[in-house]
């Protein structure tokens, strides 16, 4: 009897840790926002689950985040388009479009709606990013000025030379330039900055579409 218990009881912590595992789990989603016309709506702010993120639709209304597998409903809002809410499936591309024009739908209105526009960071120490994802989202994030779309990132109005705009930033990890960092967790930076226009010079045309300089946590 005590053995079966002991059994029963194992079943049960082991069921338990399966569950977080799963609802922990984080999926990466790309989508596309769109307005009645099938023209992309850019700047459009992605909610889950009536949460606010700081995700928002690039210039041809593409967006990419990370949720966990417990997502119910992903939503995508416009100030001129209102808020548009879709089910999350499981599915890892998604496609939300606005049925009408909504002009000056303001945050206020989407509060009555029962969203939540405050993004709320619990526990954030300085210099503690380890509540992203990857390094990519960590940029996306904190560094101004900075697009990121899967691996490829932009800095907006660093190119000093026409040649070399719209390619890479050069980045320099630890006093190194590197051509990855996709090895880099975020949990493990200590800082990350930007150096841009005439102060990125000193890095010849490697600098010409700006800097991101990491600091690791030794």
């Known amino acids: ?64 985040i990370g949720l966990r597998s417990n997502t119910k409903y992903i939503s995508a809002y416009s100030q001129n388009y209102g808020i548009e809410t879709i089910p999350f499936q499981g599915n890892t ?14 945050e206020e209105k989407l509060k009555e709606l029962g969203f939540n526009n405050n993004i709320i960071r619990t526990g ?37 030379n026409s040649d070399y705009a719209g390619q890479d930033p050069l980045i320099i990890v630890d006093g190194a330039v590197v051509g990855s ?3 880099i967790f975020p949990r493990d930076v200590a800082s990350v900055r930007v150096i841009r226009d005439q102060d990125a010079s000193i890095y010849g045309v490697r600098g010409a579409n700006g800097v991101i300089v990491i600091k690791m946590k030794h």
């Open 1 to 64: 009897m005590k053995s079966f218990v002991i059994v029963f009881l194992f079943l049960c912590f082991s069921f338990q840790i399966f569950s977080q595992d799963t609802d922990d789990k984080i999926t990466w989603l790309t989508g596309t926002v769109l307005n009645s016309q099938q023209e992309p709506v850019k700047k459009a702010i992605i909610y889950l689950d009536s949460v606010k993120t700081k995700t928002t639709t690039d210039k041809k209304g593409r967006f990419e």
């Open 93 to 106: 591309t998604v496609l939300l479009v606005f049925s009408k024009i909504q002009s000056n739908f303001s």
């Open 124 to 160: 954030k120490k300085p210099n503690d990013y380890s509540e992203y994802l990857n390094i990519y989202q960590l940029i996306a994030n904190e560094v101004p000025g900075a697009t990121v779309v899967g691996s490829t990132i932009r800095l907006r109005g660093n190119a000093i």
């Open 181 to 183: 960092i996709e090895y």
